[in-house]
């Protein structure tokens, strides 16, 4: 036996979408064929017998490479030795503030120096003496890291 169903669901006719881009496009005829000439006076004929690479350089570049690798691995740290913030020394702090990543925005910070609290960023360092980039005027100001008493870490500036 075939029961009924407990409810009907009748379908809508729509229409299908029109469509709000370019169907066609037509060009003239001198257009195409300045085209392929262009193509063809581009073409570039490889012998596919000879290898396209000398093999002693090759064996140069990736020498000199993996050199490369190395070096770059031993300067930087694995993740697993990175310092929270608040366990960096007041230098550590200054270098990562002063050196942000080129994928993130600049960190703002709040820096004490002599019972005064001012909040930015920390735009350069040069030796001792650091640029900061307050949001209050005046807005550029300098400082040693001797004269900070503190650094807290706010966020990314806007």
């Known amino acids: 036996m075939h029961n009924r169903p407990m409810m009907y669901v ?16 037509r060009t003239s005829q001198p257009q195409i064929e300045a085209t392929q000439s262009r193509r063809q006076s ?9 290898p396209i690479f000398d093999e002693s350089q090759t064996s140069e570049t990736t020498e000199r490479d993996s050199l490369e690798a190395e070096s770059t691995y031993e300067d930087t740290e694995p993740a697993s030795e990175q310092k929270r913030f608040e366990d960096m020394t007041r230098e550590e702090q200054v270098d990562y503030l002063s050196r942000p990543s080129p994928f993130l925005p600049k960190l703002s910070c709040q820096v004490k120096v ?26 550029h100001r300098q400082f040693t890291i001797t004269e900070m008493d503190e650094i807290k870490l706010l966020g990314f500036d806007k």
Do not use: C
């Open 114 to 139: 002599a019972d005064q609290t001012h909040i930015g960023k920390i735009v350069s360092r040069q030796g001792d003496t650091i640029t900061f980039e307050a949001r209050s005027a005046p807005r």
């Open 10 to 25: 009748t379908q809508p006719d729509l229409k299908s979408p029109i469509a709000k881009m370019q169907q066609e496009y």
């Open 42 to 50: 581009r073409s570039v004929y490889i012998n596919r017998d000879q």
